[in-house]
């Protein structure tokens, strides 16, 4: 995957946006505004590392696996908004720690994708 | 913004089994539905483009898959005989093909969610089942 740096930063979000809703978690409050912004934040960068996915895909390139990635590209895409929606309709700390599970999910995607990508693993 | 957590009151008949579903158990399902999912995709794919090259670890890739659907199911509607059942074979499941798969390399040429005790997946596959369990024993009595 050629833009390293969009995958790193959306490792990095990820791992920034579990930590405030572990905090959440540990406080033993429920996921609120501010939460659901970082998570949006997250999902944005998500979106932009899934198009330039795609468009290395139409360009024909190709990973090694590609049905498993184009099922990585699909479940990165929709784990946050599925992980926000759980989490509103659980307004408690477990909500919360359902986010953190949900952003931790991110990073641990973004490497599957490069490892599926380049073949390794 | 954030709001403080009450506890939950003991509504109805004290003696009623409470839900599977809230609270803590909503963090449960959360965490099986990803595996369904994570589960019935991999199965798919390996069925679906390799089948014949190893076809015994992805028949159980696909039953693991169904397994967590159905208990991702029950935990969510509360059913709990169903729950407990589910648990108990993914328990069963993971212990077995993960001792098979480090006793036996060649049993498993490709990987399960269950193999070497679910280490693929950070040993949740392992602990998954006991939380189940362990929920679905602290839930049995409101």
């Known amino acids: 995957m050629t833009p390293h740096g969009l995958g790193t930063a959306v490792i990095i979000a990820g791992l920034l946006a579990a930590a405030w809703c572990l905090v959440t978690t540990l406080r033993r409050r429920a996921v609120g505004i501010g939460e659901l912004a970082a998570m949006a934040a997250v999902e944005a960068l998500v979106v932009a590392q899934v198009a330039v996915a795609v468009w290395h895909l139409a360009t024909g390139a190709r990973p090694r696996e590609l049905p498993t990635f184009i099922g990585y590209l699909v479940a990165i895409l929709v784990i946050l908004p599925l992980a926000g929606l759980l989490a509103r309709l659980e307004p408690t700390r477990w909500g919360a720690l359902i986010a953190t599970v949900g952003c931790l999910v991110i990073p641990v995607l973004i490497v599957r994708l490069n490892q599926v990508w380049t073949g390794v693993g | ?142």
């Open chain 2, 1 to 142: 913004m954030a709001e403080r957590v009450s506890t939950p009151s003991p509504a109805g008949s004290p003696r009623a089994a409470r839900p599977t579903g809230r609270g803590p158990g909503r963090v449960l399902v959360a965490v099986y539905g990803l595996f369904a999912l994570s589960a019935s995709a991999r199965a798919g794919v390996q069925i679906a483009t390799k089948f014949h090259e190893a076809p015994v670890a992805y028949l159980l890739s696909a039953l693991a898959a169904v397994i967590y659907i159905v208990a991702t199911v029950a935990l969510a509607r509360s059913d709990r005989r169903l729950a407990i059942a589910c648990c108990s074979i993914e328990l069963l499941g993971v212990l077995t093909v993960g001792t098979v798969s480090l006793l036996d390399r060649a049993a498993f040429p490709d990987a399960t969610v269950w193999s070497g005790y679910g280490a693929g997946y950070g040993f949740v596959p392992l602990v998954l089942p006991v939380l189940g369990l362990w929920w679905l024993r602290r839930t049995r009595r409101a």
